[in-house]
T-cell receptor, first 113, second 113 residues
């Protein structure tokens, strides 16, 4: 079955620690890749996206993600997290031929001051 | 200006009642979606409409009926509400024919007592 996997369900970090959240997908064709963030009590907001070109994409708030096609992965990174990064993070995949988005199960990030 | 809006933001009702949630987008997008987010933050797509036509209808009880009077609106009607329907419901929209991201509404927190 086609799916998006986020292996880290709950991550707890201290401020200034580095972050890497894993995302793997199982679609064989061309895909578009996204990371969304959901702050407590809020709606999903786009952090960054990859369509084509440079596999290392930079998003808002110091986040970046790297698309590794051979590994079907699109991991999210941030070199130094802040307390305000505490949120739920969702990876999503949009198959090139359709408008359906497939979301991962989400990773809850808690940053301790 | 609000891009994707939903009303109401909170909805508390008793089992067996019928309720509706409204969604409107002013982005000129052709495709709109309804998602259900459960207490574990898992995001599940329910429906997708493209230019007022249903294109995605996941396994959802037929008590849930979407209605799209025009491409800027996608309402969700729920009959005979059950305790398990308690969740946050998100509306989203995206452009068609482009590899665009989805824009989410603020969510409607439905509590069935």
């Amino acid at each position: 079955a086609q799916s998006v996997s986020q292996h880290n369900h709950h991550v707890i970090l201290s401020e200034a620690a580095s972050l890497e959240l894993g995302c793997n997908y199982s679609y064989g064709g061309t895909v578009n890749l996204f990371w969304y963030v959901q702050y407590p009590g809020q709606h999903l907001q786009l952090l960054l996206k990859y369509f084509s070109g440079d596999p290392l994409v930079k998003g808002i708030k110091g986040f970046e993600a790297e698309f590794i096609k051979s590994k079907f992965s699109f991991n999210l990174r941030k070199p130094s997290v802040q307390w305000s990064d505490t949120a739920e993070y969702f990876c999503a995949v949009n198959r090139y031929t359709g408008n359906q988005f497939y979301f991962g199960t989400g990773t809850s990030l808690t940053v301790i001051p | 200006d609000t891009a994707v809006s939903q009303t109401p933001k909170y909805l508390v009702t008793q089992m067996g009642n019928d309720k509706s949630i409204k969604c409107e987008q002013n982005l000129g997008h052709d495709t709109m979606y309804w998602y259900k987010q459960d207490s574990k933050k898992f995001l599940k797509i329910m429906f997708s409409y493209n230019n007022k036509e249903l294109i995605i209808n996941e396994t959802v009880p037929n008590r849930f009926s979407p209605k799209s009077p025009d491409k800027a609106h996608l309402n969700l009607h729920i009959n005979s509400l059950e305790l398990g329907d308690s969740a946050v419901y998100f509306c989203a929209s995206s452009p068609t024919g482009e590899r665009g991201e989805q824009y989410f509404g603020p969510g409607t927190r439905l509590t069935v007592t």
